[in-house]
């Protein structure tokens, strides 16, 4: 006699058992690879090939103005990563003993911003992909920590997936953080978007002894500038619009609309020979649409930016269109 009776349908719960097991390490396993849990894709794919319920995060006059002129919501889409941050040295005390401070870019924590954009940018194409969608609108970007994954950076992109009437279908739909309206009015001053394009840049400032002379306390009583601390967040945004200026340009676009910039800045104690310094965390977030004329052919040209700043004093926020 066994020593334990199985209750009824217990082979059952162990076969479910088992096979969601073998679904967790599938989708794992696609996670690795940069692509959608199984869930994800069977629920869009059935959404993509059906008539059924669309969601969208569109405004009513957006949706007005996108069904009147052939725009048509399919789903609210989604693209997440959350990336651990490897070990970043800082630059040495050997800088703080300069006249001038010095900036120097924190390489791995840049490339791990960067990874997870691109990786949270393929993901949300991969849900519009499944729901045969041309384009996605209105893509809003945040970004952030949290105390519960130490070490860890988070990028959330949601946006809304849409179809064009009378558009034959895409193999690749166009991401862009332009507002549903903003959209139709760049198709109608005969413009396409390319995509989005955004970049990353982290910047370790150290504050060099003329800067922290005017810091001290004899100097605080009159108005000065910190220089040091101001060319580095010059330096953290002119490193991150050049790099999604030269993404904009690999795609020959003609400029780049709705960009924004955000920054935050975080302070760090340090000390050289004894004494204590003040230096700065820099990062830059830019994000925006690249554009070109529709009769246009890929050329490498410049591209120019009109560009909405934010400061954020913050790890986490948000960027794109509809803030």
């Known amino acids: 006699m066994p020593l334990f009776r199985r209750g009824p ?16 390490a599938a989708s794992l396993a696609a996670l690795e690879r940069g692509e959608l849990p199984l869930r ?3 629920r869009l794919a059935e959404l993509g090939a059906g008539g ?40 040495g005390t050997w800088a703080g003993w300069q ?15 960067n990874t997870a954009r691109s990786r949270a940018f393929s993901r949300l194409a991969q849900e519009a992909t499944l729901l045969r969608a041309h384009a996605v609108v209105g893509v809003r970007l945040t970004v952030g920590r949290h105390d519960w994954a130490a070490g860890a950076i988070e990028y959330v992109a949601v946006g809304t997936a849409v179809r064009i009437d009378g558009a ?3 193999a690749e739909p166009v991401l862009t953080d332009l507002s549903g309206q ?48 101001t060319q580095g967040v010059y330096d953290a945004r002119e490193l991150a ?12 676009a003609a400029g780049m609309v709705g960009v924004t910039l955000a920054h935050s800045v975080e302070e760090r104690e340090a000390s050289s020979g004894g004494s204590s310094r003040t230096d700065l965390i820099v990062t830059v977030h830019v994000l925006g649409t690249s554009i070109a004329a529709e009769t246009e052919t890929v050329s490498a040209v ?17 960027l794109g269109g509809n803030q």
Do not use: C, K
């Not at 006249?99 to 911003?113: D, F, I, K």
């Not at 619009?241 to 020959?252: E, H, I, K, M, Y």
């Not at 410049?302 to 948000?318: I, K, Q």
């Open 168 to 170: 034959a279908p895409t």
């Open 302 to 318: 410049t591209p120019a930016l009109t560009v909405n700043v934010s400061r954020d004093s913050h790890p986490a926020h948000v």
């Open 52 to 91: 059924g319920l669309f969601t969208s995060d569109l405004s009513v006059n957006e949706f007005a103005l996108g069904a009147a002129s052939g725009l048509r919501p399919v789903a609210q889409v989604m693209g997440s990563s959350i990336y651990h941050v490897g070990w970043q040295q800082s630059p």
């Open 99 to 113: 006249a001038r401070g010095v900036s120097q870019e924190l390489v791995t924590l840049s490339e791990a911003w």
């Open 241 to 252: 619009l050049g790099r999604v200026s030269a993404d904009a340009r690999r795609q020959g």
């Open 40 to 42: 994800a894709q069977q």
């Open 9 to 24: 349908g217990g082979g059952d719960d162990r076969a479910a058992r088992e096979a969601a097991a073998a679904e967790q």
């Open 182 to 229: 903003e959209y139709f009015l760049l198709r109608e001053a005969g413009y396409r978007p390319l995509g989005v394009v955004g970049a990353t840049s982290v910047l370790y400032v150290v504050s060099g002894w003329q800067q922290r002379q005017v810091q001290g306390m004899f100097s605080s009583w009159a108005n000065q500038e910190l220089g040091d601390f």
